[in-house]
C-alpha cells in the first residue's frame, strides 16, 4: 500500500508542477522559495523513479511522536511532520533555539533499537534551511552526531563529517574508522541522535527521514576508454581512462612546460669530468653549468654556476630528492574539502642510500639508488639533461615506496628574496596558502633568478605541495609532490619530471602553458561577460536585459548562474531539465531565443563537481572516494563525482541541453577554481586512482568538449586556471592565494604564457569594489593584464557604473584580447622604463607602472599605484589611471586628469563616450556635463546619442543636424526637438523621457 501511495503521490507532484509551468508561462503564479518546496517531495527523485531508498532504513521517522527530546541549554520540541518528506510519508522535525555557548539535543527513540548486523557505514536524510551563500554566511552552524552502543555496551558518538550549511534535503553519510568497525563488526545498538553547537538563538527546524547503518560493498566499476594524452607517458605509468588509440589535442609538444629561451643563438654541450656529469649552456648573455656527482643519492648532488662578470654558485636543490613513506595509514590525512592536511609525518628522508650504478644514455645522465627506511626499502633511478637555460630531472620508482619527492632549497646564495607571480597558484581552498615563488638573488645589477616546478603534464603524484622560505644563504622556493596511498592502502609508482631553470633574465624562468589556444578567443574578445542569477520571474530577467540593450549594450555573453537550473536548492548540476518555476523546458528555450535576439551571447550553467544526492543521476558509486574510504564532499549540498566517470557522461548530457537551447555560449562553474589534485579519486577501484594526472586529464577533455559543444565561448569560475588556460576560452581574473588588487601588478606570466591562449575576465571579485576608487582599480587591473571586461551588472534602474564598465572596455579589450604582447616596461618614481628583470632586481615593479606594447601596434599606459600620479607622453594618470591609442588614432581610451580632474573618454570605431565625472567635458566629439555615449551604427547619414544623468550635452557636427527625434524607453519616438547650433557643436533641447536622440544628418 506505502508503494501505491507513493506513486499515486508522484503522479500528483508532476501534475502540480505541470500546473505550476503553466501559470508561470502566463506570469500569474509569484511563490516564495519556503512556499514552493513545501508539502512536496523532491521532484528529481520522481524524475528518476527513485522511490525506495539505497539502503534499507533502520529507522524511517514515519511514527516517532513518542520518541524523547533531552536539552542541555536552549529549548526544543521533536514531533511527526509532515510538512517535508522524501521517503513514505512523514518526517521527523526538530524545531529548536539554541544558546551562544552552544546548546545541544539528543532525540532517543522510546527503546533502544538493535542493530543486528555488522555495518561500516551510517546514511541519514537531512532536511536544512541554511543558506550559507546568502543570509546565513556568517551564521553557526549545527552538528549532527549518531550515538550508539555496541553489543558489550561501549558507547560511541559518531559524528557526521559535515556541519548542518545546506538548505532543503541532502543525505548525510559517515564511514566509519578502524576502529569503530572492529567495534560494530557484530552489530550494535541505536540510542538516538545528538544535536549540537546550536549557537543560534532565532527558532530553527531540521527534519530528519530514512536513517541506515550498512556494510558498504565495492562493485567492480565500468569505465569508458577516452583519448590518449598529446604526449607518451613511459611505460607502466597508470593513465587512467586515458589509454584509447586517439590523441587529446595536448600537451601539445615533448617539451611541455618549458620555459622559453630568448637567445636564439646559444649552444649546450654535455660531457663527463672526473666523477661528474656537466651539462653546460654557452650564449651571449652568459654561460650556465649545472654539474652532477652522484655522491649522495639526493639532489644536493647538483651544483650551478652562473658565470658572466661575476661568478655565481650554489646548490640548487640541497637535501631534496625522494623521501620513503613512514607507513599506509590513511584516517584523517586529507580533509572533506580534498585539502592535505598530515596529522603526522608521513614521509621522511631514507636512512641509508646506495649507489646501484651511475652513467650516461645518449645525452643523458642516469643514476640507480637503493635505499633504506626502517621497515622498507626502494630503488630509486634519477635522469638528467640539459633543454636551454633548463635542467630536467626524471625520477622513477617502483614499488608504491615513494611517500614524497622533495624539491630542497637553494643553498649558498647570495642576498636571496622569494617574489610570487600572479595567476602561478597552487592553494588549496581554505588550506595551504603557499605556492610556485621565483627566487630572486644576486645584486640589482646582476640579478639572478630560479625556478623549479613538477611537469603537472607527467606527474604520477597524488598532489603538489608548496614552501616559501628565506633564511641568510637559504631559501626554499618550491615545495614537492606527494605519493597518498588509495583505499587498498597502496601508493602508485614514482615518476616525475622537475624543472629547474636558472637565467639573468625573469621571462626565462617561468613555466610554459602547454595547451592549444582556445578557438573562441578572437571572439570572445569582442564581448563582456557576466553571470547573472536568474530570479523566479523569467520575464523581468529578460526585461532586464532589453534594457540593457536599450543602452547599446549588446556585446554581452550573459550566462545564468546555477539558480537558472532551480527554484529553491534542489539540484543544479547534471541535469537537463530546469526547474518548474522556471519554465522548464518551454521556458528555457524561450528566454534563450529572447536574449540572443538581442545580439548578446547566451550560455546556461554547468559543472561536474559537484552533484547533489537528490539528483536523478545520483549513485554512491559515482562519489570521489579519499584515501580512508570515505566520501569527498563539495560544495554544500553535494558531494564530488568522480572524474573518471563524468569525463564520459558530460558529452551526453550537455548535448541534450545543447539541442534543446541552441546555446552560443558556456558557463562551466568550479572546474578552473580547485588545482588539478583537488578532485583526486582514491578509490581502488577506478583507474588512475591517486593521481592527480587523471583529474587533469579529464577535467581538460571535458572543458575542450564544452567549448565545442556551446557553440561559443566558455568561461569557468578561476583562481586556479592557469592549468587549463586554452582549454577553456577563460576563467574569472581572481587568484587564490594572492591578493591582485593590493599586491604588485606583475604581468608577465599571465601576458606572456595565459594571453596568448585565451581570454580570461575582470579583476578579482567585483564583491571587493565598492567606491569609484576601487572600481577604478578593477578597471586599471582588467587593462593591464590584459582580460576581458565583467560587466557591473545593476538592478530596476541603469546605474552609472554598468554603463561605465561596458563603454570604457568595450572596444579597448576587442583590441588587445585578440593580440599577442609585444613588450612589457615598468617605471620607476621617475618614469624611467625598464624590464622586468631589472624591475624586480631593484623592487621598481612594486608600483605597478606599466607600459605595454601589443602587435597590433596598441600601446596602454596603467598606473597602479594606489597614491601617485604618472605623468606620461599622453597624459597624467592618476592612481589607477589609464591611457590606450593605437597607431592609427582610431582609438583612444583613456580615464586621466584634464584640467586638474579625472576624466573617462573613449574614441573608438563602434562608439564614442565621454564622462567628465560631474564636470563639464569637451572632447574632439561631443561635450556633457554627464555620460554621453555616441552610437556609429545607424548608418553613415546619421548618428545615436544616449545622455545618461545630463542637464547638457552637444555633438561635434559640420551643420546642423536636418532633423532631432527624441527615443523613450523602448526606443519609440517620443517627438521631435529643437537646438542650437554654435562653434561647430550642436546642444539639443532635452525631452522628459527620452534615453537618446537620433540625429538624422545632410546628406
Given at each position: 500500500?506505502?508503494?501505491?501511495?507513493?506513486?499515486?503521490l508522484a503522479m500528483a507532484?508532476?501534475?502540480s508542477?505541470m500546473?505550476?509551468a503553466?501559470?508561470?508561462?502566463?506570469?500569474?503564479?509569484?511563490?516564495e522559495q519556503?512556499?514552493l518546496r513545501?508539502w512536496?517531495?523532491?521532484?528529481?527523485?520522481?524524475?528518476?523513479?527513485r522511490?525506495?531508498?539505497?539502503?534499507?532504513?533502520l529507522?524511517?521517522?514515519?511514527n516517532?511522536?513518542?520518541?524523547?527530546?533531552?536539552?542541555n541549554?536552549g529549548?526544543?520540541?521533536?514531533?511527526?511532520?509532515?510538512?517535508?518528506?522524501?521517503w513514505?510519508?512523514y518526517?521527523?522535525?526538530?524545531?529548536?533555539?539554541?544558546?551562544?555557548?552552544?546548546?545541544?539535543?539528543?532525540?532517543?527513540?522510546?527503546q533502544?533499537?538493535?542493530i543486528?548486523e555488522?555495518?561500516?557505514a551510517?546514511?541519514?536524510?537531512?532536511?536544512?534551511?541554511?543558506?550559507?551563500?546568502?543570509?546565513?554566511?556568517?551564521e553557526?552552524?549545527a552538528?549532527?552526531?549518531?550515538?550508539?552502543?555496541?553489543?558489550t555496551?561501549?558507547?560511541?558518538?559518531?559524528?557526521?563529517?559535515?556541519?548542518?550549511?545546506?538548505?532543503?534535503?541532502?543525505?548525510?553519510?559517515?564511514?566509519?574508522?578502524?576502529?569503530?568497525?572492529e567495534?560494530?563488526?557484530?552489530?550494535?545498538?541505536f540510542?538516538?541522535?545528538r544535536?549540537s553547537?546550536c549557537?543560534r538563538?532565532?527558532?530553527?527546524?531540521v527534519?530528519?527521514?530514512?536513517?541506515?547503518?550498512y556494510?558498504?560493498?565495492?562493485?567492480?566499476?565500468?569505465f569508458?576508454?577516452?583519448?590518449?594524452?598529446g604526449i607518451d607517458?613511459?611505460?607502466?605509468?597508470?593513465?587512467?581512462?586515458?589509454?584509447?588509440?586517439?590523441r587529446?589535442p595536448?600537451?601539445?609538444?615533448?617539451?611541455?612546460?618549458?620555459?622559453?629561451?630568448l637567445?636564439?643563438?646559444?649552444?649546450?654541450?654535455?660531457?663527463?669530468?672526473?666523477n661528474a656529469f656537466?651539462?653546460?649552456y654557452?650564449?651571449?648573455?652568459?654561460?650556465l653549468?649545472?654539474?652532477?656527482?652522484?655522491?649522495?643519492?639526493?639532489?644536493s648532488d647538483?651544483?650551478t654556476l652562473?658565470?658572466?662578470g661575476?661568478?655565481n654558485k650554489?646548490?640548487?636543490m640541497?637535501?631534496?630528492?625522494?623521501?620513503?613513506?613512514?607507513d599506509?595509514?590513511?584516517?584523517g590525512?586529507?580533509d572533506r574539502?580534498?585539502?592535505?592536511?598530515?596529522?603526522?609525518?608521513?614521509?621522511v628522508?631514507?636512512?641509508k642510500?646506495?649507489?646501484?650504478?651511475?652513467g650516461?644514455?645518449?645525452?643523458n645522465?642516469?643514476?640507480?639508488?637503493?635505499?633504506?627506511?626502517?621497515?622498507?626499502?626502494?630503488?630509486?633511478?634519477?635522469?638528467?639533461r640539459?633543454?636551454?637555460?633548463?635542467?630536467?630531472i626524471?625520477?622513477?620508482?617502483?614499488?608504491?615506496?615513494?611517500?614524497e619527492v622533495s624539491?630542497?632549497?637553494?643553498?649558498g646564495?647570495?642576498?636571496?628574496?622569494l617574489?610570487?607571480?600572479?595567476?602561478?597558484?597552487?592553494?588549496?581552498i581554505?588550506?595551504?596558502?603557499?605556492r610556485?615563488?621565483?627566487?630572486?638573488?644576486?645584486?640589482?645589477?646582476?640579478p639572478?633568478?630560479?625556478?623549479?616546478?613538477?611537469?603537472h603534464?607527467?606527474?604520477?603524484?597524488?598532489?603538489?605541495y608548496?614552501?616559501?622560505?628565506?633564511?641568510k644563504?637559504?631559501?626554499?622556493?618550491?615545495g614537492?609532490?606527494?605519493?597518498?596511498?588509495k583505499t587498498?592502502?597502496?601508493?602508485?609508482?614514482?615518476?616525475?619530471?622537475i624543472?629547474l631553470t636558472?637565467?639573468?633574465r625573469?621571462?626565462?624562468?617561468?613555466?610554459?602553458?602547454d595547451?592549444?589556444?582556445?578557438?573562441?578567443?578572437?571572439?570572445?574578445?569582442?564581448?563582456?561577460?557576466f553571470?547573472?542569477?536568474?530570479?523566479?520571474?523569467?520575464?523581468k530577467?529578460?526585461?532586464?536585459?532589453?534594457l540593457?540593450?536599450r543602452?547599446?549594450?549588446?556585446?554581452?555573453?550573459?550566462?545564468?548562474?546555477e539558480?537558472?537550473?532551480?527554484?529553491?536548492a534542489?539540484s543544479?548540476?547534471?541535469?537537463?531539465?530546469?526547474?518548474?518555476?522556471?519554465?522548464g523546458?518551454k521556458?528555457?528555450?524561450?528566454?534563450?531565443?529572447?536574449?540572443?535576439?538581442?545580439?548578446m551571447?547566451?550560455?546556461?550553467y554547468?559543472?561536474?563537481?559537484d552533484?547533489?544526492?537528490?539528483?536523478?543521476?545520483?549513485?554512491?558509486?559515482?562519489v570521489v572516494?579519499?584515501?580512508?574510504?570515505?566520501?569527498?564532499?563539495?560544495?554544500?549540498?553535494?558531494?564530488?563525482?568522480k572524474?573518471?566517470k563524468?569525463?564520459?557522461?558530460?558529452?551526453?548530457?550537455?548535448?541534450?541541453?545543447?539541442?534543446?537551447?541552441?546555446?552560443?555560449?558556456?558557463?562551466?562553474?568550479?572546474h578552473?577554481a580547485?588545482?588539478?589534485?583537488m578532485?583526486?579519486?582514491?578509490?581502488?577501484?577506478?583507474?588512475?586512482?591517486?593521481?592527480l594526472?587523471?583529474?587533469?586529464?579529464?577535467?581538460g577533455?571535458?572543458?575542450?568538449?564544452?567549448?565545442?559543444?556551446?557553440n561559443?565561448p566558455?568561461?569557468s569560475?578561476g583562481?586556479?586556471?592557469?592549468y587549463?588556460?586554452?582549454?577553456?576560452?577563460?576563467?574569472?581574473?581572481d587568484?587564490?592565494?594572492y591578493?591582485?588588487?593590493?599586491?604588485?601588478?606583475?604581468?608577465d606570466?599571465?601576458l606572456?604564457k595565459?594571453?596568448?591562449?585565451?581570454?580570461?575576465v575582470?579583476?578579482?571579485?567585483?564583491r571587493?569594489?565598492?567606491?569609484?576608487?576601487?572600481?577604478?582599480?578593477?578597471f586599471?587591473?582588467?587593462?593591464?593584464?590584459?582580460?576581458?571586461g565583467?560587466?557591473?551588472?545593476?538592478?530596476?534602474?541603469?546605474?552609472?557604473?554598468?554603463?561605465?564598465?561596458?563603454?570604457?572596455?568595450?572596444?579597448?579589450?576587442s583590441?588587445?584580447?585578440?593580440?599577442?604582447?609585444?613588450?612589457i616596461?615598468?617605471?620607476d618614481?621617475?618614469?624611467?622604463?625598464m624590464?622586468?628583470?631589472?624591475?624586480?632586481?631593484?623592487d621598481v615593479y612594486?608600483?605597478?607602472?606599466?607600459?605595454i606594447?601589443?602587435?597590433?601596434?596598441?600601446?596602454?599606459?596603467v598606473?597602479?599605484?594606489?597614491e601617485?600620479?604618472?605623468?606620461t607622453?599622453?597624459a597624467?594618470?592618476?592612481?589607477?589611471?589609464?591611457?590606450?591609442?593605437?597607431?592609427?588614432?582610431?582609438?583612444?581610451v583613456f580615464?586621466?586628469?584634464i584640467n586638474g580632474?579625472?576624466?573617462?573618454?573613449?574614441?573608438?570605431p563602434?562608439?564614442?563616450?565621454?564622462d567628465?565625472?560631474g564636470?563639464?567635458?569637451?572632447?574632439?566629439?561631443?561635450?556633457?556635463d554627464?555620460?554621453?555615449?555616441?552610437?556609429k551604427n545607424k548608418?553613415?547619414h546619421?548618428?545615436?546619442?544616449?545622455?545618461?544623468?545630463t542637464?547638457?550635452?552637444?555633438?561635434?557636427?559640420?551643420?546642423?543636424?536636418?532633423?532631432v527625434?527624441?527615443l523613450?524607453?523602448?526606443?519609440?519616438?517620443?517627438?521631435?526637438?529643437?537646438?542650437?547650433?554654435?562653434?561647430?557643436m550642436?546642444?539639443p533641447?532635452?525631452?522628459?523621457?527620452?534615453?537618446?536622440?537620433?540625429?538624422e544628418l545632410n546628406?
Amino acid at each position: 500500500m506505502k508503494r501505491i501511495f507513493i506513486l499515486i503521490l508522484a503522479m500528483a507532484c508532476m501534475l502540480s508542477y505541470m500546473l505550476i509551468a503553466a501559470c508561470f508561462d502566463k506570469k500569474s503564479v509569484k511563490m516564495e522559495q519556503d512556499q514552493l518546496r513545501q508539502w512536496e517531495r523532491p521532484y528529481e527523485l520522481d524524475w528518476a523513479g527513485r522511490f525506495e531508498d539505497t539502503h534499507p532504513s533502520l529507522v524511517d521517522f514515519e511514527n516517532p511522536d513518542d520518541w524523547v527530546l533531552e536539552a542541555n541549554g536552549g529549548s526544543a520540541k521533536f514531533e511527526r511532520s509532515r510538512e517535508q518528506f522524501i521517503w513514505g510519508k512523514y518526517s521527523g522535525k526538530i524545531v529548536y533555539s539554541g544558546t551562544p555557548d552552544g546548546a545541544d539535543f539528543i532525540i532517543s527513540p522510546p527503546q533502544p533499537i538493535k542493530i543486528p548486523e555488522a555495518f561500516t557505514a551510517i546514511n541519514i536524510w537531512v532536511w536544512n534551511w541554511h543558506f550559507q551563500w546568502a543570509k546565513d554566511r556568517n551564521e553557526p552552524r549545527a552538528v549532527l552526531g549518531v550515538l550508539l552502543e555496541t553489543v558489550t555496551g561501549e558507547a560511541y558518538e559518531i559524528p557526521f563529517p559535515r556541519e548542518l550549511d545546506w538548505p532543503e534535503w541532502y543525505l548525510l553519510h559517515v564511514g566509519l574508522s578502524g576502529k569503530q568497525r572492529e567495534a560494530f563488526s557484530r552489530g550494535g545498538i541505536f540510542k538516538g541522535l545528538r544535536l549540537s553547537n546550536c549557537k543560534r538563538s532565532d527558532e530553527l527546524s531540521v527534519y530528519f527521514d530514512n536513517l541506515s547503518f550498512y556494510r558498504e560493498e565495492f562493485p567492480p566499476l565500468h569505465f569508458e576508454v577516452e583519448p590518449k594524452p598529446g604526449i607518451d607517458l613511459p611505460e607502466g605509468q597508470r593513465l587512467g581512462v586515458h589509454t584509447g588509440s586517439e590523441r587529446l589535442p595536448f600537451p601539445t609538444r615533448e617539451e611541455t612546460m618549458l620555459p622559453v629561451n630568448l637567445e636564439e643563438k646559444f649552444t649546450t654541450e654535455f660531457l663527463q669530468e672526473n666523477n661528474a656529469f656537466v651539462f653546460r649552456y654557452k650564449g651571449p648573455d652568459g654561460t650556465l653549468e649545472y654539474r652532477y656527482r652522484p655522491q649522495s643519492g639526493d639532489f644536493s648532488d647538483i651544483t650551478t654556476l652562473w658565470e658572466n662578470g661575476a661568478v655565481n654558485k650554489f646548490y640548487p636543490m640541497n637535501e631534496g630528492g625522494v623521501r620513503i613513506a613512514v607507513d599506509n595509514n590513511v584516517e584523517g590525512l586529507i580533509d572533506r574539502y580534498g585539502a592535505y592536511i598530515t596529522k603526522e609525518v608521513k614521509a621522511v628522508a631514507p636512512e641509508k642510500i646506495e649507489l646501484i650504478e651511475s652513467g650516461v644514455r645518449g645525452d643523458n645522465a642516469f643514476s640507480r639508488w637503493k635505499i633504506y627506511g626502517k621497515e622498507q626499502s626502494a630503488e630509486v633511478e634519477y635522469v638528467f639533461r640539459l633543454w636551454q637555460k633548463s635542467l630536467i630531472i626524471d625520477v622513477y620508482s617502483s614499488g608504491g615506496q615513494i611517500g614524497e619527492v622533495s624539491f630542497g632549497a637553494a643553498k649558498g646564495i647570495q642576498n636571496p628574496r622569494l617574489v610570487h607571480v600572479p595567476y602561478w597558484t597552487g592553494e588549496d581552498i581554505g588550506a595551504n596558502k603557499e605556492r610556485p615563488a621565483v627566487l630572486v638573488m644576486g645584486t640589482a645589477d646582476k640579478p639572478l633568478f630560479m625556478t623549479v616546478f613538477a611537469d603537472h603534464y607527467r606527474t604520477g603524484a597524488s598532489r603538489f605541495y608548496f614552501q616559501n622560505k628565506v633564511e641568510k644563504e637559504a631559501a626554499v622556493c618550491s615545495g614537492g609532490t606527494s605519493y597518498i596511498p588509495k583505499t587498498n592502502g597502496e601508493r602508485n609508482d614514482c615518476y616525475e619530471r622537475i624543472f629547474l631553470t636558472v637565467s639573468p633574465r625573469f621571462e626565462e624562468i617561468l613555466p610554459t602553458v602547454d595547451n592549444p589556444p582556445s578557438v573562441w578567443r578572437d571572439i570572445a574578445s569582442e564581448y563582456l561577460v557576466f553571470n547573472r542569477g536568474a530570479s523566479m520571474d523569467r520575464e523581468k530577467d529578460y526585461e532586464h536585459w532589453k534594457l540593457t540593450a536599450r543602452y547599446g549594450i549588446r556585446k554581452l555573453i550573459v550566462m545564468d548562474h546555477e539558480v537558472g537550473w532551480r527554484d529553491g536548492a534542489e539540484s543544479f548540476t547534471f541535469r537537463t531539465i530546469p526547474a518548474p518555476g522556471k519554465g522548464g523546458n518551454k521556458g528555457q528555450k524561450k528566454y534563450a531565443d529572447r536574449v540572443r535576439k538581442l545580439g548578446m551571447r547566451y550560455g546556461i550553467y554547468n559543472n561536474y563537481t559537484d552533484l547533489i544526492p537528490v539528483n536523478e543521476h545520483w549513485s554512491e558509486d559515482l562519489v570521489v572516494r579519499l584515501p580512508d574510504g570515505s566520501w569527498e564532499t563539495a560544495w554544500f549540498r553535494c558531494y564530488a563525482p568522480k572524474s573518471q566517470k563524468t569525463v564520459s557522461m558530460e558529452p551526453k548530457i550537455t548535448s541534450e541541453i545543447q539541442k534543446k537551447f541552441n546555446l552560443n555560449a558556456g558557463c562551466l562553474d568550479v572546474h578552473t577554481a580547485i588545482t588539478p589534485w583537488m578532485r583526486v579519486d582514491y578509490d581502488e577501484r577506478v583507474p588512475g586512482a591517486g593521481t592527480l594526472l587523471s583529474q587533469f586529464y579529464d577535467f581538460g577533455q571535458l572543458m575542450l568538449h564544452q567549448q565545442q559543444v556551446w557553440n561559443g565561448p566558455t568561461f569557468s569560475e578561476g583562481g586556479n586556471h592557469y592549468y587549463y588556460n586554452g582549454l577553456i576560452t577563460g576563467s574569472n581574473g581572481d587568484d587564490r592565494g594572492y591578493n591582485i588588487s593590493d599586491n604588485p601588478w606583475l604581468v608577465d606570466f599571465d601576458l606572456l604564457k595565459l594571453h596568448p591562449l585565451g581570454c580570461d575576465v575582470g579583476f578579482v571579485h567585483d564583491r571587493q569594489m565598492v567606491n569609484d576608487d576601487s572600481w577604478d582599480r578593477f578597471f586599471a587591473g582588467t587593462i593591464a593584464y590584459g582580460h576581458l571586461g565583467k560587466f557591473l551588472d545593476y538592478r530596476d534602474d541603469m546605474k552609472p557604473i554598468s554603463l561605465r564598465s561596458y563603454y570604457m572596455l568595450q572596444q579597448l579589450q576587442s583590441s588587445y584580447a585578440k593580440a599577442l604582447v609585444k613588450e612589457i616596461l615598468y617605471a620607476d618614481k621617475n618614469g624611467n622604463l625598464m624590464d622586468i628583470s631589472t624591475a624586480v632586481a631593484t623592487d621598481v615593479y612594486r608600483r605597478s607602472q606599466l607600459r605595454i606594447k601589443y602587435d597590433n601596434g596598441l600601446i596602454i599606459w596603467v598606473n597602479g599605484h594606489n597614491e601617485d600620479h604618472w605623468e606620461t607622453p599622453d597624459a597624467i594618470l592618476p592612481p589607477n589611471g589609464y591611457y590606450a591609442k593605437d597607431t592609427k588614432g582610431k582609438l583612444i581610451v583613456f580615464s586621466a586628469l584634464i584640467n586638474g580632474s579625472r576624466a573617462d573618454y573613449v574614441h573608438a570605431p563602434a562608439y564614442d563616450y565621454m564622462d567628465g565625472r560631474g564636470k563639464w567635458l569637451e572632447t574632439p566629439w561631443g561635450a556633457s556635463d554627464g555620460k554621453l555615449i555616441i552610437l556609429k551604427n545607424k548608418g553613415e547619414h546619421s548618428i545615436e546619442v544616449i545622455p545618461f544623468n545630463t542637464q547638457q550635452f552637444a555633438i561635434v557636427l559640420d551643420n546642423p543636424p536636418v532633423n532631432v527625434s527624441a527615443l523613450d524607453i523602448a526606443g519609440k519616438k517620443i517627438g521631435a526637438t529643437t537646438g542650437s547650433f554654435r562653434n561647430g557643436m550642436y546642444y539639443p533641447a532635452i525631452v522628459a523621457g527620452a534615453v537618446s536622440y537620433v540625429l538624422e544628418l545632410n546628406k
